[in-house]
Nanobody, 121 residues
Framework: QLKLVESGGGSVHAGGSLTLSCVASGFGFDSYAIGWGRQAPGKEREGLTC????????YVSDSVKGRFTISRDNGKNTAYLRMNNLTPEDAAVYYC??????????????WGQGTRVTVSS
């Protein structure tokens, strides 16, 4: 059964950095594009970034472009999200998921349980 487990969340000050990890099991990780999304309190979950199965293609939403970087290690069945220059607006629960390019936008599915990021000003 497909399973994605996120970790690495925590509390940081504004301007700080965090790296999130997502460990996959139960499916052929290296055959799937993997992405990250987040959900802030009172807001809908939004997809942020998606990396191709081989790691050679990336999509990054404008909201985090230049600050967030997605990567993956297929040998470890793990994806990462490096987040730099965090602001209080980045505070949310962060999720990894499978992703693909649908009709005019990236789609996300099979979300993990999430890891919480708190950013203080």
């Amino acid at each position: 059964q497909l399973k994605l487990v996120e970790s690495g969340g925590g509390s940081v000050h504004a301007g700080g950095s965090l790296t999130l990890s997502c460990v996959a099991s139960g499916f052929g990780f290296d055959s799937y594009a993997i992405g990250w999304g987040r959900q802030a309190p009172g807001k809908e979950r939004e997809g942020l970034t998606c990396i191709s199965s081989g790691g050679d293609g990336r999509y990054v939403s404008d909201s985090v472009k230049g600050r967030f970087t997605i990567s993956r290690d297929n040998g470890k069945n793990t994806a990462y999200l490096r987040m730099n220059n965090l602001t209080p607006e980045d505070a949310a629960v962060y999720y990894c998921a499978t992703c693909w390019y649908g009709v005019g936008q990236y789609e996300y599915d099979y979300w993990g349980q999430g890891t919480r990021v708190t950013v203080s000003s």
